[in-house]
């Protein structure tokens, strides 16, 4: 299908003298785009004089569907859209939720909610890390970062019973509390993840190939970094020292130390480098929260009407089933205040936020996301020009394109 | 969520006298009128240090209970130096649902502007390239509108096939 000229290449007119440019379709089905998303490039012989990102491939309505799924319903829908790291989505719009809502969620819930949204970290810089050595030719690195997503998919699915697209937080709290069996797999994958680390960083940091071919290719600087919205780990490597669990500390993110990751050179190298310190932070934090995790109750109690109460309290306490009931049953459910609010955490790759309008029904009347994706990849053309054909795939894995968040 | 620091409220309630300020669970929200939206935008980056926009985006408040206006678009901004956020609301109606572009101010805009004027069919006023950005270019409607329904409308067996013979 043909795309219709963007307004700002009316400079390069039809049949001018610049005619001899190439034009080059990248994508959308393309192994090196990770995900369905499509590029337009002009091309100088090797040089990429212009791209025109054409998306839209994976829209689903995601926002449409979330203003007809009631709160609890929606979660299933937000694994889909960063399904790297589903928890991280999981994770913030809960909160976003629960902002709305008033209610904070118990101590322990709290530290299970940042031990999985820093597993998703780790498991998202993980395959953007893997997938940046997979295309500039190192298949082993990937492998190696590969393995350790297999771990955590496994903890996962001894939280929640699902690898992939897990939904395990609920409004005030969590599907289930971790068993000992979750606990003590953490704590293995944090006994083994340190050498695996080391591994990669003996790999691909000082490989002379991987860094001629990331070196000073798509550099970012600070001030074009703040202007074009840019958050998370593509930002820090530009020098702008902004990390949410540190600025805006949510859950319990302030009981721990840990240091947030920057770079000043902007461009795919320090990326990934950041991507690679982020980890080690993430595993410090996870360490913390495992050894300190506090026991209690996972989710809020019956006085605020949101979570489910466990089958002892419905089937002993008249409290406990009137609440059971009012939230099961399709026309009850709990209310919201008729209020907006916007909740953003620092996910893998930036900041996602959730901006609800509530309106009175336990569902949405907007349920906006932010996404740092589609931000990310509105910094595409800008980053490439000047760059080869070759560099494209470069600079597109280090963004860490998402076309499911990207499009939703 | 830092909220806005009090004196950046008074100093901005000085300039523009219509602003509607409020409070919801420590975030400031204020109210502009179109016409000076983008004023105050640019004086809460040039002055006041907003230097980020984190997000535009619109709710369409047709079915809304006590809602006056048809829409209500936005803006999330972000200071990276005060660690302050504040949200700018501005309020339009059919039949000309128009704001200014904020692409002079921040390049971010670029994209989420085309967004919110794919699906909510809101114009930006300068945009350098206003075109659809997630649905196809010959899409008619703006489908996060509340009068366009989750199913039935747009959807792929309404557009005719073509044939390999056609193309």
Known sequence: MPLTRSTLREGIPEGGPQE???????????????????????????RVVDAEPDIGYLHSGFEKIGEHLDFNQYVTVTDRMNYISPMANNVAWHLAVEKLLGIEVPPRCQYLRVIIAELARISDHLLCNGAAGL???AFTFFIYAFNPREQIYSIFEALCGARFTNSYTRVGGLMNDASPKAIEMIREFLRGMPKVLDDMERLLTRNRIFVDRTKGIGVLTKEEAINRSVTGPIARASGVTRDLRKDEPYLAYRDFDFKVCCAKAGDCYARFLVRMAEMRESLKIIEQAVENLPSGPVNVGIGDRVALPDKRQVFTTIEGLISHFELTMSNRGFETPCEEVYAATESPNGELGFYIVGDGTNTAYRARCRPPSFIHFALFPHLIRGHTLSDVVAVLSSLNIIAAELDR | MSATD????????????????????????????????????????????????????????????????RFGLVYLLASTRTNQRMTVRCFVNEPDPSVPSAVPLWEGANWLEREVWDLFGIRFEGHPDLRRIVLPEEFTAHPLRKDYPLQGLGERHNFPVITRAEQ
């Open chain 1, 20 to 46: 001899y440019l190439w034009t080059m379709n990248f994508g959308p089905q393309h192994p090196a785009t990770h995900t369905t998303l499509r590029l337009v490039l002009t091309l100088d012989g090797e």
């Open chain 1, 135 to 137: 295309d500039t030719g």
């Open chain 2, 6 to 69: 009090p004196a950046t409220i008074a100093a901005l309630k000085d300039a523009f006298p219509e602003l509607v300020v409020s409070e919801f669970r420590g975030q400031t929200r204020v109210v502009i009128p179109r016409t000076h939206l983008f004023s105050l935008l640019q004086k809460l980056k040039n002055e006041f240090g907003f230097d980020m926009l984190v997000d535009v985006t619109c709710v369409d408040y047709l079915q809304y209970r006590g809602a006056k206006d």
